[in-house]
């Protein structure tokens, strides 16, 4: 049409506009060439206690990136400026938090750790109506973080949403207790009933300020992979008459050990009071893999002679091995709601117990909640197992002041077995209220891969392996949506925007100008601005 009028030539406006023309689509095109990122993240625990309200409040945002803390947009900084930006975000109202853990969190420094720890109390005894994110540093991460922290008026910006709805209840919250025995000699005859029980219990769930994140390496991997070990070498003498002692050993898993021991309550609330009667005595493993020294915490002192002697060995033993040593006696605050250690719970219910831990000072549950807890000293954990089952088999076997190793040659202790299972427990998150299996579509507890990998395991040392389910009767309410996938992409300033709308308008000036020539274009433009007037004056009356 237009180029015809001139027969086929091109004209210096023709090529401009040709130019602008290419301009505009290219600018298009390059504005919807960026593809959306994903990055997987983790949300801050989002809790109830009672009415009161706690952790991040809010899933949903959409929102630019920024590393300015003073940002409306979604604040991004490493773990380590998290402690120190803390008064400022709680002060201030960004539409979201996208915290960058570290590749290695156990490389971090002491004073880093200590930081952090601090921090995360702060985190947890907050109500924050922002979603706050957590995310570990990746290449992809990095990338994205770099840009955003050098952007300026000119280069594109981050855009970062998550399109979740918002979190529900978990509702009911389940658990699940394991047990299986290990019988001591007489039992076949009949006198089973009658012998004396030591329990080995430790729960095998974990508390953390990222539920996705909380594997629970020390508190309590370390206690559960002991317990398995225990189980694993007293098997190896039960099973032979001249070597099976005269105690029955009970092995004990319960759920829900950082929601107040709720399950070691269910299970002694449930358990056959006459099993419980022979229970002269539970030990509790609880954080033993990274603490050089070691705290026997007990709420009353023993005065059974058998006790006695137990604590007893105990101290001789931790002697004989350089452990350092101490017992801790703590009486029970039966006014207080919250318990403090495993034991407290069989103490309630007159049974003598202590629990062993690397923790020197009691803690309320939330107190345990962190993480940092992804890893163990091997050396220290090893240590501490063969030090409980030297303790346990001189007990057994009345071995008391004898200076000799039980578990050696044959009877060794096997590291391969516990790294390996340790491993295994760490993988995923294991906090009791996210621990949910999935049978044929519907949430299963049972199916739940950590309980029936303990039950599996369980089962090849010890006998009468049995799993009991309970729902949790607690005053805390959990809430779902821990993690999210983040989407991330580049979108252009305001500065393109306005640079690309005069690019836009001064073309279509130029077409105009060029089908009606300068005089033309602009008489064309003074009637469109009259009519415009005309038309919000009529409007007015």
Same mark, same amino acid.
């Given at each position: ?7 086929? @030539?091109?004209?210096?406006?023709? /090529?401009? $506009?040709?130019? !602008? ?5 290219? *600018?298009? #095109?390059?504005? +919807? ?44 900084? @490493?773990?380590?400026?998290?402690? /120190?930006? $803390?008064?400022? !975000? ?5 539409? *979201?938090? #996208?915290?960058? +853990? ?440």
């Amino acid at each position: 049409g237009i180029n015809a009028e001139y027969g086929g @030539r091109k004209t210096p406006q023709m /090529a401009t $506009l040709a130019v !602008l023309r290419r301009v505009i689509v290219a *600018a298009l #095109l390059l504005s +919807l060439a960026t593809a959306s990122q994903q990055i997987t993240a983790h949300r801050l625990l989002q809790y109830d206690r009672g009415v009161s309200l706690h952790g991040s409040r809010n899933v949903w945002f959409k929102a630019p990136a920024s590393t300015r803390s003073d940002t409306a947009g979604v604040l991004m900084l @490493r773990m380590q400026q998290l402690p /120190a930006s $803390l008064p400022d !975000l709680l002060n201030k109202s960004c539409s *979201a938090v #996208l915290v960058i +853990l570290p590749e290695k969190l156990n490389q971090l420094s002491e004073e880093s750790k200590n930081d952090w720890r601090a921090a995360e109390r702060v985190l947890l005894q907050q109500q924050l109506n922002m979603p706050v994110y957590f995310t570990r540093s990746s290449p992809q991460v990095e990338e994205i973080y770099a840009h955003v922290a050098a952007e300026s008026s000119t280069t594109d910006e981050y855009q970062l949403s998550v399109n979740e709805g918002e979190a529900s209840p978990i509702s009911p919250v389940l658990g699940a207790n394991l047990q299986g025995w290990l019988d001591g000699a007489g039992a076949d005859s009949g006198a089973g009933g009658s012998l004396p029980t030591l329990a080995i219990v430790a729960h095998y769930d974990s508390i953390g300020v990222v539920p996705s994140l909380s594997h629970g390496a020390d508190d309590n991997g370390s206690g559960v992979v002991a317990l398995l070990e225990l189980a694993r070498l007293f098997s190896k003498l039960y099973k032979r008459i001249r070597t099976q002692g005269k105690y029955n050993l009970l092995f004990l898993l319960p759920g829900a050990g950082r929601i107040n021991f709720s399950g070691t309550k269910y299970w002694l609330e449930e358990v056959d009071p006459q099993l419980l009667q022979n229970v002269e005595f539970a030990l509790c493993l609880d954080s033993i893999g990274q603490a050089n020294g070691l705290h026997f915490h007990v709420s009353k002192r023993p005065k059974d002679p058998e006790t006695v002697r137990l604590f007893t060995e105990f101290k001789r033993t931790a002697l004989e091995m350089s452990i350092p040593f101490d017992v801790t006696h703590r009486k029970i605050d039966l006014s207080d709601p919250e318990v403090y250690w495993q034991h407290e719970v069989f103490s309630r219910k007159r049974v003598l117990g202590a629990t062993l831990s690397g923790h020197q000072h009691p803690k309320s549950s939330f107190e345990h909640a962190t993480l940092l807890d992804v890893n163990v000293d091997m050396n220290i954990l090893e240590r501490n197992i063969i030090f409980v089952a030297e303790v346990v088999a001189r007990h057994i076997y009345d071995l008391q002041g004898k200076d000799r190793v039980v578990f050696k040659d044959s009877l060794a202790f096997n590291p391969q077995f516990v790294q390996a299972w340790h491993s295994v427990l760490v993988q995923e998150n294991s906090m009791q209220a996210y621990l949910t299996g999935d049978k044929d579509g519907d949430k299963d507890i049972e199916s739940v891969k950590l309980i029936e990998a303990l039950e599996s395991v369980l089962s090849k040392y010890v006998n009468s392996v049995r799993k009991e389910v309970f729902a949790l009767n607690s005053a805390t309410k959990f809430y779902d949506t821990i993690t999210v996938q983040i989407s991330a992409f580049k979108a252009k300033p305001v500065s393109f925007d306005i640079i690309f709308s005069f690019v836009i308008v001064v073309y279509l000036f130029l077409l105009l100008v060029f089908m009606k020539g300068f005089d033309g274009a602009m008489e064309e433009l003074a009637g469109l601005l009259r009519r415009s007037k005309g038309s919000k004056s009529r409007k007015h009356r």
